[in-house]
């Protein structure tokens, strides 16, 4: 039976092949698909980063305006600082899901660190 290390490297090897027959990466010389990989890192990491830096900011903005819709403007404050707590309890018990494995001393440094990104938010 295959180790989970070599199922991973072959499922990483079949999505390698399969982007390369779908957009003809194979046809390229090696300095055109150099360019091509360079561009596709450059956008998914831009990607990536935007996406830990404003969807915790997005989200209680979100949340802060489905609390008005639903108790209207007569209804219990819910300000951006219980906002953030929320976001920040959902960020520690998905890692804490997440790093089922690892040790809890390294699930509570990542919610500290979740915790001072959603801070400087």
Same mark, same amino acid.
Not at 3 to 29: D, N, P
Not at 40 to 60: E, M, R
């Given at each position: 039976m295959? *180790?989970? $290390? !070599?199922? %991973?490297?072959k499922?990483?090897q /079949?999505?390698i092949?399969q982007? !390369?027959?779908t $957009?003809?990466v194979?046809? %390229? *010389?090696p300095? !055109?698909k ?6 596709? +890192?450059?956008?998914t990491s /831009?990607? %990536?980063?935007a996406?830990?830096?404003? /969807?915790?900011?997005h ?5 802060? =305006?489905?609390?008005f819709? @639903?108790?209207g403007?007569?209804?219990?404050? %819910?300000?951006s600082?219980?906002a953030?707590? +929320? ?5 520690r018990? /998905? $890692?804490?899901?997440a790093?089922?494995?690892?040790s809890?001393?390294?699930?509570k440094?990542?919610?500290?660190? @979740? *915790?001072?990104?959603v =801070? !400087? $938010?």
């Amino acid at each position: 039976m295959a *180790t989970y $290390l !070599e199922r %991973f490297s072959k499922w990483i090897q /079949l999505k390698i092949y399969q982007l !390369e027959v779908t $957009l003809a990466v194979y046809m %390229f *010389t090696p300095v !055109e698909k150099t360019i091509f990989y360079s561009i596709l +890192f450059l956008l998914t990491s /831009l990607t %990536f980063i935007a996406t830990v830096l404003y /969807l915790p900011q997005h989200v209680s903005f979100i949340i802060g =305006r489905a609390w008005f819709y @639903v108790h209207g403007p007569d209804g219990p404050e %819910f300000s951006s600082s219980a906002a953030s707590e +929320f976001v920040k309890n959902g960020a520690r018990s /998905l $890692l804490a899901g997440a790093v089922g494995t690892a040790s809890s001393a390294t699930a509570k440094a990542a919610g500290a660190e @979740v *915790t001072g990104v959603v =801070r !400087e $938010l």
